[in-house]
């Protein structure tokens, strides 16, 4: 199965910084078959990007992904209040669909 | 608004079983293949079962397979996961999601990511 690795554990950052997420998956994710997903505490996790860099219904535009292969980025524009939170990612062009172990972005 | 929301979690010693139930609404069922996800306290996310939307269509994780049975009932909006034999292993939160994934024509299966969850239902394994 591909394991994803994300990097950095925790992200520490003040509102308005720009907030940078990698996955790097242990071997090419066929056709960039890569989500993102934000989960708050006690709360269902949410999807933001498919595709890869695809933002889904809803999601504001300071949230942009990119990558392919086994590089992947999800950039968080400006941080708002709202946007601390755990991210994971998941490649679902193989099977089993994979997580990340996820990034936590915290009010520094 | 579409909405799915889990139950039937607990805690059960293990060898124990127990049928989590999600019920749906705002959207058509049948339409979609339906997953299965759990988090263990504190830990990520792993994809547990999946069910096609005639519910013949089936797969699981290994770490699951043999053991537990996912099932649906579109007349009752509900998708089921019944889990026997339980480990404290499977302690976790189980969510259930709308799963993107469809059957494309000559190519099969095309697995696709999860856009809707519910808030999920707490299994705990211990004696």
């Known amino acids: 199965e591909i394991v994803l690795t994300q990097s950095p554990g925790t992200l520490s950052l003040s509102p308005g910084e720009r907030a940078t997420l990698s996955c790097r998956a242990s071997q090419s994710v066929i056709r960039s078959s890569l989500a993102w997903y934000q989960q708050k505490p006690s709360q269902a996790p949410r999807l933001l990007i498919f595709g890869a860099s695809n933002r889904a219904t809803g999601i504001p535009d300071r949230f942009s992904g990119s990558g392919s292969g086994t590089d992947f980025i999800l950039s968080i524009s400006r941080l708002e209040p709202d946007d601390f939170a755990v991210y994971y990612c998941q490649q679902y062009g193989s099977s089993p669909r994979t997580f990340g172990q996820g990034t936590k972005v915290e009010i520094k | 608004q579409e909405h799915l929301a889990e139950s039937g979690g607990g805690l059960v010693r293990p060898g124990g079983s127990l049928r989590l139930s999600c019920a749906a609404s705002?959207?058509?069922?049948?339409?979609?293949?339906m997953s299965w996800i759990r988090q263990a306290p504190g830990k990520g996310l792993e994809w547990v079962s999946y069910v096609g939307p005639d519910g013949s269509d089936t797969d699981y994780a290994d770490s699951v397979k043999g053991r537990f049975s996912i099932s649906r009932d579109n007349a009752k909006n509900s998708i089921y996961l019944q889990v026997n034999r339980l480990r404290p292993g499977d302690t976790a939160v189980y969510f259930c999601?709308?799963?993107?994934?469809?059957?494309?024509?000559?190519?099969?299966?095309?697995?696709?990511?999860?856009?809707?969850w519910g808030h999920g239902t707490m299994v705990t394994v211990s004696s």
């Open positions: 705002g959207f058509t069922l049948s339409d979609f293949y």
């Open positions: 999601a709308r799963d993107l994934s469809f059957i494309y024509p000559n190519e099969g299966l095309i697995l696709r990511a999860f856009d809707l």
